[in-house]
């Protein structure tokens, strides 16, 4: 019996797309990725796993030319590759466009931006995509109930998230965290980590401010802003800054490092949908600061799990504060971040959910 054959649409180059697909092709799934590259992240590995990458055109997705282009190169690949299953990534994106289409049957994947932060048209396309999916699917509950909410029917959602790789990802002792530091890069001091694209929905100004309150309290500390090369606002004044680090792209199995080097990692985005990069600190036992946003309440308990904050910068401040100078309250969070990862982001089991609901629509 032949393999079934899975069509992925999205960011070629994109981690989670690429990591979605070589866990596919890993148990048992005939993968092809067709879609856009990322100019601002490294070239795609897909091909190095040996699975097909196919280029998608090149006008400008957000533009009707783009809009119609890609529709007619969604159903040129559809009739050529005659998939039994189409997943298409960014709901008001590759979703729309294979919806439109008439891909069938499609896996519409939100990724959270793309529903939160939709204007009027986006949200129409959203709506239309999730008429067309067989399955509409999200990495937490917050994002699923919207989709509910734009007329995804409830007994086609599915709660699927990245996952992490726990072995990959996680804790060491103090004498490695010293050594790994030294490894990066990075002085002797306390580290606080920031993991999320220079963009406004994630405050990184909000985060250079909290951190330049510390600066000028705390001489040890020092700020590592780690980000995916995406930019798309310019940043303020930067407080301290030979004690900040801006490090772009790094191969991805080196994102282990800072996060076990890290004494915290703070993620305080405006709108989110419990996003790996968190989930994989936990599991490397860096305790968290977060925003107070509704992925984060169903399963982390404030003060338990993570220090929840509003997205200020005395607020911020004072949490990493907290974390950096009561070592109980740290060793705390990040033991209990660890099981939580554990118990509910072991990436082998997320992946095997995915694949099971493929299985379920052939």
Known sequence: MSSPRLLMLGSVNHP??????IAMSERGFD???????????????????GISVLAGPGARRGSIRGLVEHV???????RRLEPDIVHAHWLCGYAFFA?????????????????FAAGRVKTLANRFALRRAAIAMADSQALLD?????????????????????????????????????????????????TRSLMPVYNPQTILDAFGMLAEELEDVQL?????????????????????????????????????????????ASSDSSPRSVWEAMACGSPCV??????VRELIE?????????????????????????????????????????????????????????????
């Open 16 to 21: 989670h797309v690429e990591h979605l697909a």
């Open 31 to 49: 993968v092809t990725v067709a879609g856009d590259t990322v100019p601002d992240l490294p070239p795609s590995t897909l091909s190095g796993a």
């Open 72 to 78: 007619r190169w969604i159903r040129s690949l559809v």
């Open 99 to 115: 919806a439109l289409a008439g891909a069938s049957p499609l896996v519409a994947m939100a990724w959270g931006s793309d529903v």
């Open 146 to 194: 919207r989709l509910v909410e734009l007329g995804a029917p409830s007994d086609r959602t599915v709660l699927v998230n990245w996952g992490v790789d726990l072995t990959g990802f996680a804790p060491v002792g103090a004498a490695e965290r010293a050594a790994l530091k030294s490894s990066l890069g990075l002085m002797p001091g306390r580290v606080i980590l920031s």
């Open 224 to 268: 590592v802003v780690k980000h995916m090369g995406v930019v798309t606002m310019q940043l303020g004044r930067v407080p301290h800054a030979e004690r900040v680090h801006f490090v772009d792209n790094v191969p991805y199995e080196r994102m282990a490092d800072y996060y076990r080097a890290a004494d915290v990692c703070i993620s305080i």
């Open 290 to 295: 977060l925003s107070d946003l509704p992925w």
């Open 302 to 362: 404030p003060e338990r799990d993570a220090l929840v904050v509003p997205i200020d910068a005395r607020s911020v401040a004072d949490a990493v504060r907290r974390i950096l100078t009561d070592r109980e309250l740290a060793a705390r969070l990040a033991a209990s971040g660890r099981r939580l990862a554990e118990d509910h982001r072991d990436r082998a089991v997320q992946m095997d959910q995915l694949a099971s609901e493929y299985r379920t629509l052939l």
